[in-house]
């Protein structure tokens, strides 16, 4: 019997369950998809899934070896650099063809007010003082927000954050996508002044720029980590196509 490659997915991603779904439409693969284990209730792609980190650039080497993986592709978050570069190494000492799926950053257009910052302590130092500040950062990235005891945070995540959160910080918890006028209408509600994200890029996250600009409010963007240079594509059909490349 033929054995199939099998293609391990590093996810998280709404592009890492796009591309799994679309691959187990393709009989040819065996497709793992493999998530960090950071959130309670993770959407889960289609098909197999491991959770859990594989411990450093070591441990991925030892699981790429040890599972028989021909191809992984790196579709974590923009943001997710240490896994990028674990993933990075371990395909160069093991030999492995790596490719990444990642969607383009936002870029600002005209209206737009962004002031782009390396880090979070970098965004939190640049709220104005007394500012009401919209925070979409994740639950584990605030604190260098709550430490700005002069500004009043809403700040919306997905899950509550792993740490207490003093009175001037209040916690909104939803999942996106979010629409132009929910955006709007949020802003309006609690009186924001300003804006605070990280460069993700993509659809399901962008409203909040468009509200900010049909609101005339200031950005604070948050810029993307520097990831290994390795090949890739912006969306998961051009991804569909380097794999069968990489894989014939
Ligand atoms: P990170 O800083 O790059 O990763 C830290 C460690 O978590 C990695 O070294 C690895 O542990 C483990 N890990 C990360 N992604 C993994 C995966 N897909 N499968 C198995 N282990 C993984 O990543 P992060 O920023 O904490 O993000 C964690 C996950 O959440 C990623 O999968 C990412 O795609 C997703 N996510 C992140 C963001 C964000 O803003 N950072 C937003 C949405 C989704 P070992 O070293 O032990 O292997």
Not at 128 to 147: D, H, S
Not at 176 to 205: C, H, Q, S, W, Y
């Amino acid at each position: 019997m033929e054995l199939k490659p099998t293609i391990l997915i590093l996810g998280g991603t709404g592009e890492a369950r796009m591309l799994a779904s679309a691959l187990a439409g393709q009989a040819r693969y065996r497709v793992v998809s493999s998530l960090a284990g950071r959130t309670a209730a993770p959407l889960m792609p289609e098909g197999e899934v491991r959770k859990g980190g594989f411990g450093g650039t070591e441990g991925l080497v030892k699981y790429l070896r040890e599972t028989g993986i021909a191809l992984v592709v790196d579709a974590t978050h923009p943001f997710a650099a240490g896994m990028s570069r674990s993933a990075a190494e371990a395909c160069d000492a093991t030999g492995l063809p790596l490719l990444r799926v990642e969607r383009p950053p936002w870029e600002p257009g005209p209206g737009d007010e962004w002031r782009m910052v390396a880090d979070w302590e970098a965004a939190a130092a640049a709220l104005p003082e007394g500012a009401c500040v919209l925070l979409t950062v994740g639950g584990g990235e605030i604190a260098p927000f709550l430490k700005r005891t002069d500004v009043s945070i809403v700040a919306r995540m997905i899950e509550p954050p792993p740490i207490p959160v003093p009175g001037h910080c209040d916690i909104l918890l939803s999942r996106p996508p979010f629409t132009l006028e929910d955006e709007i209408a949020l802003m309006k509600e609690r009186g924001i002044d300003v804006l605070v994200t990280k460069n993700a890029g993509g659809e399901a996250t962008a409203a909040k720029l468009d509200a900010a600009r049909a609101l005339r409010l200031p950005v604070i963007m948050i810029t993307r980590p520097r990831k290994p240079p390795v090949p890739g594509a912006a969306t998961v059909e051009s991804m569909l196509a380097l794999i069968e490349r990489a894989l014939t």
